[in-house]
Nanobody, 118 residues
Framework: QVQLVESGGGSVQAGGSLRLSCAAS????????MAWFRQAPGKEREHVAR????????VYADSVKGRFTISRDNAKNTMYLQMNSLKPEDTAIYYC???????????WGQGTQVTVSS
């Protein structure tokens, strides 16, 4: 089964950018749908973006459309989230997830903190 490790989080000012990475091991991610979720303090975990196994299809939450871009490099066994025009409300722990069956997110990373100050 696949193991996932996120990196790239940090603290930025509003309007700034960050690029998150999700490095996979144990199994090729080409077999998995991949996604990013986030959880802000006191809130439930929410879907941010997902990408099909080959990368052709992407879906975004309305709150991040036009600002975030999800991508994957199956040869490097890595997924990315480019986050531009960051807002304070983007502050959260960001998790990557993998699924053999779309919507059944069985595999999770440990999360990486993103903090956006105004």
């Amino acid at each position: 089964q696949v193991q996932l490790v996120e990196s790239g989080g940090g603290s930025v000012q509003a309007g700034g950018s960050l690029r998150l990475s999700c490095a996979a091991s144990g199994y090729p991610i080409s077999a998995y749908y991949m996604a990013w979720f986030r959880q802000a303090p006191g809130k439930e975990r929410e879907h941010v973006a997902r990408i099909s196994t080959g990368g052709a299809v992407t879906v975004y939450a309305d709150s991040v459309k036009g600002r975030f871009t999800i991508s994957r490099d199956n040869a490097k066994n890595t997924m990315y989230l480019q986050m531009n025009s960051l807002k304070p409300e983007d502050t959260a722990i960001y998790y990557c997830a993998a699924a053999r069956v779309l919507g059944v997110w069985n595999y999770w990373g440990q999360g990486t903190q993103v903090t956006v100050s105004s």
